[in-house]
Nanobody
Framework: QVQVVESGGGLVQTGGSLRLSCRAS????????MGWFRQAPGKEREFVAT????????HYAASVKGRFTISRDNAKNTVYLQMNSLKPEDTAVYYC?????????????????WGQGTQVTVSS
C-alpha cells in the first residue's frame, strides 16, 4: 500500500521561509506526477504546485508563482516545496499527492494517493 507522508510545516513570520517534504512509498514514485495542494479554514482545497515524474515540468498557482518552488528527488522518493516570502494568506494545511499519470495536473481528481497534511501558519 502506498503511503504519502508530509513534513516540515510550522509557524513562521511574514516574509519567512519553510521547506516542506513529502515522501511517497512504492516503486511507482519515479513514474508519477506529484502535486501540492492546500486548504485554509473554511475554504476549499486548492492547487499549489505540480511536478512531472521526471522533474522537468512544473506548474504553479498564480498566487504562489515566483515565491514557491517544487522539486523532487526520485532516488529518495521525495518531493519538496520550498516556500519563500510567505504571507498570512499562505496559512493552510498543505497536502502532498501522488498522481495517476506521469505529467503535471492542477486537478485533484488526477491524484490517487494523498498524505494527511502538514500545517503551515504564517503570522503577521
Amino acid at each position: 500500500q502506498v503511503q504519502v507522508v508530509e513534513s516540515g510545516g510550522g509557524l513562521v513570520q511574514t516574509g519567512g521561509s519553510l521547506r516542506l517534504s513529502c515522501r511517497a512509498s512504492g516503486r511507482s514514485f519515479s513514474v508519477s506526477g506529484m502535486g501540492w495542494f492546500r486548504q485554509a479554514p473554511g475554504k476549499e482545497r486548492e492547487f499549489v504546485a505540480t511536478i512531472s515524474s521526471s522533474g522537468v515540468t512544473t506548474h504553479y498557482a498564480a498566487s504562489v508563482k515566483g515565491r514557491f518552488t517544487i522539486s523532487r528527488d526520485n532516488a529518495k522518493n521525495t518531493v519538496y516545496l520550498q516556500m519563500n516570502s510567505l504571507k498570512p494568506e499562505d496559512t493552510a494545511v498543505y497536502y502532498c499527492a501522488r498522481g495517476y499519470y506521469t505529467g503535471t495536473s492542477p486537478n485533484p481528481r488526477d491524484y490517487e494517493y494523498w498524505g494527511q497534511g502538514t500545517q503551515v501558519t504564517v503570522s503577521s
